[in-house]
């Protein structure tokens, strides 16, 4: 639904600029709430709690105090729009701000004009983005222990996804730092999470959509950074603003996480509609399975939101498929077979996924059946559930982890 009111913080120490600003935008039928502040060091604090559409920012008395503050506003909000004003324009301010994530430079004294202008340009904005409505499902791959295979089921679980549903699929490398998910699929990505993340206000949906690296495999993919210090700006803050980005754009988003609990990949999971939690069959990929499932359930996802997968399953006559059920406290949705290693790694380094090289081999083959299976569950879950339904538990643990 489009929404057609604009909430906005206006952040100016010099009382009455900010009042003369109030008056001119309150004029504007599209304008709904707007809070004023003068007292800035409590800015981040009110944005989080009103979460407004514009933050209008004066840069005037400090450009440089306000600048920084721009900064984080831009890597903590993205989806908020950020507006400047300053009574004097030069050239390198205004360059300086729009790099920080700012949109527009009102000059001081306000002009309705530009004013009203500039407010119908960010409705506009917040029209487009509400109204690209397909809510694709997230499906985050988890795996419980390093080296399991997460990322192998994610890769050729998008591939064999685009295939047989034809469909628009996107492959999101959430190993931002050592993630190679990329080489799998053999495409070379024009640009990261990061230059979305740095340039989010800017970004037109449609266009983001058709310049994403595409495999032949037609799995559209996006990863992180190149330079491997550069995910550090990737902050928990990004995750939700960037996956509402992209959920619309893609019938199904494969997210490949890493192995650990951080805040990132917490919201990661809690942003999913699923959750395939990829598992061996030996002892510690069980031990740790458990520890992973107890934790899902103390997060407050639902059980049926969580898919345990054996891969590179052998049967085994120490541990019996049951036994292991009841010690996880959970069912096994399906087991993989182990894959011959040369074929596997063949197929890895000629950046081809087995799903799309081999689909009659047998770990195609079951992953096909998987989806099979999955197929009803895939259209049964209401796209974007999970993250509207997060319980406040789960906010209150993040919140103990972070911020
Ligand atoms: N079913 C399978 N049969 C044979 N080999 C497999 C199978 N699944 C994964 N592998 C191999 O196991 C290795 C590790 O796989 P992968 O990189 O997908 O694991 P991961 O869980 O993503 O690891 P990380 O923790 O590093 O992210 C790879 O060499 C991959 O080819
Ligand atoms: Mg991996």
Known sequence: MMKQELSILILDTDEPTASNLKLLLAEIREVGVIVTMTDLSMALKQIKKSDPDVIVLSL????????????????????CMLFVTAPKASPELIIRAMRLGAREFWLQPFRSEEVKNGIHAALRLKNRSEACSVNGKVISVFGVKGGVGATTIAVNLAVAIAQRTLKDVLLLDADFQLGHAGLYLNCK???SVLDIINNFNNIDPGLLKSTLAKSSSEVSFLGGPAGIEEADVIKPAHVEPLLSLLRPLFDYTIVDTRPVFDEINIRLLDEADLILAVANFDVPSIYNAKRCIDLFRRLGYDRDKVFLIMNRYVAHEVLDLEAVENSIGHPVFWRIP???????????????????RMPKGRFSVSLAEMLDRFNGNLDAVPAGSAAANRPNRLRKLLSTWSE
């Not at 182990?338 to 799309?356: A, D, H, L």
């Open 60 to 79: 005037y008395p400090s450009e440089d105090l306000s600048l920084k503050l721009a900064e984080k506003i831009s890597h903590a909000h993205p989806h």
């Open 189 to 191: 990505p024009k640009f």
């Open 338 to 356: 182990n894959q011959e290693y040369g074929t596997m790694i063949r197929s890895i380094n000629e950046g081809m996924p087995m799903s799309q």
